[in-house]
């Protein structure tokens, strides 16, 4: 066998064996993928190597495109926040701790400008 030959070999071993362990670059591993009833995917769930007690979540537009990302612990929001326009622009970010709003939140318009910025959490603000 030619050492090319081997390499590629080699290489789509490795491919198969990354793929089928669902694994993410972000060291995400699939859980749960949701469709409606036409077949699409509307919601995807991950879990983290980093943490197994935490999962991503990403949520679609019909059309595919991504619609929200959150991460939640227990059930509750728990960590960076990101919900997008069906354009991908970007609309919303901002973090959340055991389903409360902290720090920072910026919002946009579908043109990417920023639109206005807000702060929770700052001074003892328990608001849900």
């Not at 694994?23 to 769930?45: C, F, H, S, W």
């Amino acid at each position: 066998m030619t050492t090319a030959l081997k390499c590629t070999g080699t290489l789509l071993l490795f491919m198969i064996a990354v793929h089928c362990n669902n694994q993410r670059p972000d060291n995400a591993t699939l859980k749960q993928i949701m469709r409606d009833e036409d077949g699409i995917v509307y919601k995807r769930v991950f879990t983290l190597s980093m943490d197994p007690n935490r999962e991503r979540v990403e949520i679609y537009f019909k059309s595919g495109g991504l619609k929200e990302r959150y991460f939640r612990k227990a059930g509750r929001l728990d960590g960076p926040r990101q919900l997008f326009y069906m354009s991908g622009m970007l609309s919303e970010s901002g973090n959340w701790r055991n389903d409360c709003r902290i720090g920072e939140f910026r919002y946009y318009r579908e043109d990417g400008q920023l639109d206005c910025v807000q702060y929770y959490g700052l001074l003892g603000d328990g608001s849900r």
